[in-house]
C-alpha cells in the first residue's frame, strides 16, 4: 500500500510558470505529487495547515568546497587570478577530508534557508554520497570529465553507490566539462555525448573572461545545445549573438546565474530581461562563500528581484521561479513545482492572502519573507524542518573548521607569490583595459546596493 498524505487547508503557488493561485488539497503518494486538487483522501494521513505552499528553493550552483572562503578571499578578483590561481590553490589546501567538512558546512547551512536541492559542480559530494541523506536535501554533484579517464566506469560506480542509500534518490550524479571557450573541441563533444546517453546534467562555464565571446559557437559545433546543458554565468559578451541566444531556447538550454558572485568577480550580468523574454530557462545559484550573501538563495533571488524590477513585468514571480522551476530544470532534480509526478519538496509559510489577491504580490511576499516566515519542510513528503527543529546533521567544531579554512588561506597566499599568478594578474587587468570601458567588467563590488537586503 503507498504512503498516501493529503495536505489541506493551504494556498499553492505551484511556480509552474503559469502564475496561478489554488487553494486545495495537495496529495503525496510514495513521496511524489499524486494530485493537485480533486483528492480522495481514503487511506490517507490528513495534514491541515494554515499558510502559503511553494516548491522548495533550489541552489542550483553552490560549489560546497568552497563554503569555507569568506568576503576577503579574492583580493584581486580577475576571472584569470581567481579560475586559475585561488580556486585550486584554495581547494588543494583543503585537502581531501576538509573538502568533506566543507561540504557539510554547504549543505547543513541549506535547509534552515529553504533551500531542498543543491547543484554542486566541484564534485565535493561525491567524496561522500551519503551526506545528501543525512543533511535531508538533495544534492546533484559533477564528475569532473577532465580528471576521470574512465567515466562511464566511474558513474556506474557512483550510480551504484547512490543506490545503496536508502533514499538513493536523494544524490545523484552529473558532469563537468570546463570553460565553454577554453575546453578542446573533442572533449566538449565527448563530454555533450555522455550525458545525452546518460541523461545527466552537463555543466559547462561560459564567458567568464572580458574576451569570451565564442563559446556558444564552439558548442555548437560540440553538439552540446540540448535540455542537458547547464551553463554556468553566461556573463561579458558571451549571450551577444540573438541567433545563437534563440538557438539556446529552442534547445531548452538552462542558465544559471549567480549575480552576487558577479558583482565580487568584477563581471557584468548578461541581459537577463532578454533571455527570459526570449525564452531562456534561468535558474539560480549562490556560487560561494566568499560573496556578501555568502550561500543565502533567497537574496540571490531579491537580488534578481531588484534586477528585474521596472525591466520586465512580475518581477518577483520571475525570481521565484529561477530559484525553484528553473533550478529543478537545470539540475534534472524532478522537483521546483507543485505539479502531478514531481518530488514532493515544499515549503509551508506563515503568510495568507486576501481573495483574488495577485500572484506578483504574494510572489514578492515570499521573496521577502524567506527564511524568517518559514513553518515546516517537506523532502519526498516528510517533514525535514518544523519552526526551526531539523533533523540531526553534524558538522566538525568551529575550531577544526577555522583550522581547515586557515591552511587553505595560506596556500592562497603562497600561491599569490608565485610568478604565474602575478602573470595572471596582469593579464586579467590588460583584457580588462582591451574589452574597454563600455563592457561592463570592473575590478569588483561587493556592495549590492543602498537598498536594504531584506527590504520590499
Known amino acids: 500500500m503507498p504512503r498516501r498524505t493529503v495536505i489541506r487547508g493551504a494556498l499553492l503557488l505551484p511556480n509552474d510558470g503559469r502564475q496561478a493561485l489554488r487553494r486545495t488539497d495537495l496529495l503525496i503518494e510514495d513521496g511524489r505529487i499524486a494530485a493537485v486538487g480533486g483528492v480522495e483522501p481514503e487511506g490517507a494521513t490528513i495534514v491541515e495547515v494554515k499558510g502559503i505552499v511553494v516548491p522548495g528553493l533550489i541552489d542550483a550552483y553552490r560549489h560546497l568546497d568552497l563554503a569555507l572562503t569568506e568576503r576577503g578571499f579574492a583580493p584581486d578578483p580577475g576571472p584569470r587570478a581567481r579560475t586559475l590561481v585561488e580556486e585550486p590553490a584554495f581547494v588543494e589546501g583543503l585537502g581531501e577530508e576538509g573538502r568533506r567538512q ?34 535531508a536535501v538533495r544534492v546533484v554533484s559533477a564528475l569532473d570529465l577532465s580528471r576521470a579517464h574512465h567515466a562511464e566506469a566511474e558513474l ?47 555543466y559547462v562555464r561560459l564567458g567568464t573572461r572580458p574576451d569570451d565571446r565564442q563559446g556558444l559557437a564552439r558548442l555548437e559545433r560540440a553538439g552540446a545545445l540540448g535540455p542537458e546543458l547547464v551553463l554556468l554565468h553566461g556573463t561579458g559578451r558571451s549571450m551577444d549573438d540573438p541567433r545563437r541566444v534563440r538557438a539556446l531556447a529552442d534547445a531548452g538550454v538552462r542558465l544559471v546565474l549567480a549575480p552576487a558572485f558577479e558583482l565580487l568577480s568584477g563581471a557584468p550580468l548578461p541581459p537577463i530581461e532578454r533571455l527570459i523574454t526570449q525564452g531562456i530557462v534561468c535558474a539560480l545559484g549562490t556560487h560561494s562563500a566568499a560573496t556578501r550573501l555568502r550561500f543565502e538563495l ?17 518581477p518577483a514571480s520571475l525570481a521565484l521561479e529561477a530559484a525553484t522551476r528553473g533550478g529543478g530544470l537545470a539540475v534534472g532534480t524532478k522537483s521546483g513545482t507543485l505539479e502531478v509526478g514531481q518530488r514532493a519538496d515544499f515549503l509551508l509559510f506563515d503568510l495568507d492572502a486576501a481573495p483574488g489577491e495577485d500572484h506578483e504580490v504574494i510572489a514578492r511576499r515570499i521573496l521577502f519573507h524567506t527564511p524568517s516566515r518559514m513553518v515546516r519542510a517537506w523532502v519526498d513528503g516528510q517533514v525535514v524542518w518544523d519552526r526551526g527543529r531539523v533533523l540531526p546533521f553534524t558538522t566538525a567544531s568551529a575550531t577544526t573548521l577555522e583550522q581547515v579554512r586557515r591552511q587553505a588561506v595560506a596556500k592562497v597566499v603562497a600561491a599569490h607569490q608565485t610568478g604565474g599568478a602575478r602573470l595572471h594578474r596582469w593579464l586579467d587587468r590588460l583584457e580588462v583595459a582591451l574589452a574597454g570601458s563600455n563592457s561592463g567588467w570592473h575590478r569588483g563590488q561587493l556592495p549590492l546596493s543602498a537598498e536594504d537586503p531584506r527590504g520590499e
Open 102 to 135: 566543507s561540504s557539510q558546512v554547504a549543505l547543513g547551512a541549506a535547509l534552515p534557508a529553504g533551500v531542498l536541492a543543491v547543484g554542486d559542480p566541484s564534485g565535493a559530494a561525491l567524496l561522500d554520497p551519503g551526506l545528501a541523506l543525512s543533511a
Open 156 to 202: 556506474d560506480r557512483l550510480s551504484a553507490l547512490a543506490g545503496q542509500e536508502p533514499d538513493g534518490d536523494r544524490f545523484q550524479v552529473a558532469l563537468w566539462a570546463g570553460d565553454a571557450e577554453r575546453t578542446a573541441l573533442p572533449r566538449l563533444t565527448e563530454a555533450a555525448s555522455l550525458a545525452r546517453r546518460r541523461h545527466l546534467p552537463l
Open 298 to 314: 533567497a537574496e540571490e533571488a531579491r537580488l534578481l528581484y531588484r534586477i528585474l524590477k521596472a525591466k520586465v513585468e512580475h
